[in-house]
């Protein structure tokens, strides 16, 4: 089985930054796509952040500029690097991967629990 792991969440004050991590584990035979997904109160989850396996990255409008995903492949671990936080980017975040488990087995999706950002003063 998979298991992603989030980690870095808390609460901010408005301006200031947080580092997010996410690390999967288990039967990671390949792993094709790492990601980053919010849910704020009352809001349907959307697509924040996107790292395709070929290294291009995709953004929210809302977080351009101001979000960075990266990876480090060998330690299976996707980041979020989230600067100039608002209010509104309160929410939980959520680690999406798709990931083969063995040679030869189709590509499943996998999430992670979730871990909470607060940016309020």
């Known amino acids: 089985q998979v298991q992603l792991v989030e980690s870095g969440g808390g609460l901010v004050q408005p301006g200031g930054s947080l580092r997010l991590s996410c690390a999967a584990s288990g039967s990671t035979f390949n792993i094709y796509t790492m990601n980053w997904y919010r849910q704020g109160p009352g809001k349907q989850r959307e697509r924040v952040a996107i790292?395709?396996?070929?290294?291009?990255?995709t953004y929210a409008d809302s977080v351009k500029g101001r979000f960075t995903i990266s990876r480090d492949n060998a330690k299976n671990t996707v980041y979020l690097q989230m600067n100039s936080l608002k209010p509104e980017d309160t929410a939980v975040y959520y680690c999406?991967?798709?990931?083969?488990?063995?040679?030869?087995?189709?590509?499943?999706?996998?999430w992670g629990k979730g871990t909470l950002v607060t940016v309020s003063s």
């Open positions: 999406h991967a798709v990931i083969a488990t063995m040679k030869g087995i189709a590509p499943m999706n996998y």
């Open positions: 790292l395709s396996s070929g290294g291009t990255t």
